[in-house]
């Protein structure tokens, strides 16, 4: 992930075909605070990264896990 348009589009297009909820899963979140604010808005539940591309996240909020 790295600008979040796409994943973003995404959730928004399941959300409005009936999901409950969404979940996203990246292997590499290169993507500042904004991005992250951004997935984490209505559309998204929850955001799972690993840490493969090194700390990418300053600030890890309770909706996002990462792994490493």
Known sequence: IESGQTMLRAAEACRLRGARSVHLMAAHALFDAAVLKRLLGPA???????????PIMPVVPAQTTRLG
């Open 44 to 54: 998204i539940a929850a955001l799972t990264v690993t840490d493969t591309a090194g």
